[in-house]
């Protein structure tokens, strides 16, 4: 089998505010920004990597949800419980930095972890969990 991983989803609450997070924090290229019926779906990517994609959609966006569930998925967001993704770079310590730098909400500083990595942690402006491993 041939298989990658072409697109993984994370949900947005502003598409502004997610914009400015994953262009101009993380340096990701806008691959598409898709309005409809109000909400927005924006495919985002690293330069460099045009086959891998992470689309920020509308977490509500979804036919047949209740009111209830429409509320736990947003207050899941604000948690940082609801989606989250890792990345990876091979200068944790000067990605950690600029982003410190940056503004961006800062969960856990570089440190060392017991299962094999040496990681970061950030919320994006919808609350999901961007954690940033170091390659070695």
């Known amino acids: 089998m041939d298989i990658t991983i ?3 989803f994370l949900p947005h609450t502003d598409p502004d505010a997610s914009l400015a997070f994953y262009r101009d924090i993380l340096g990701f290229e806008i691959r598409n920004d898709v309005g409809y019926q109000g909400m927005r779906w924006i495919t985002v990517g690293p330069a460099g ?4 994609s ?7 966006a979804s036919p047949g949800l209740t009111d209830d569930e429409r509320r736990t998925i947003l207050e899941m967001m604000a948690k940082g419980s609801f989606f ?3 990345l990876a770079t091979t200068d944790l310590d ?3 930095a600029k982003l410190e730098g940056s503004g961006a ?9 017991p299962y094999g990595v040496r990681d970061c942690a950030l919320r994006d402006p919808a609350g999901n969990m961007i954690r ?4 070695r």
């Not at 992470?54 to 509500?60: K, M, N, Y």
């Not at 909400?105 to 972890?113: A, C, D």
């Open 132 to 135: 940033i491993q170091e390659l």
């Open 54 to 60: 992470i689309v920020l959609h509308p977490p509500t």
């Open 94 to 96: 000067n990605t950690f």
């Open 6 to 8: 072409h697109s993984s």
């Open 105 to 113: 909400e800062v969960v856990q500083e570089p440190t060392e972890q």
């Open 49 to 52: 990597q045009p086959d891998t």
């Open 84 to 86: 989250g993704v890792n």
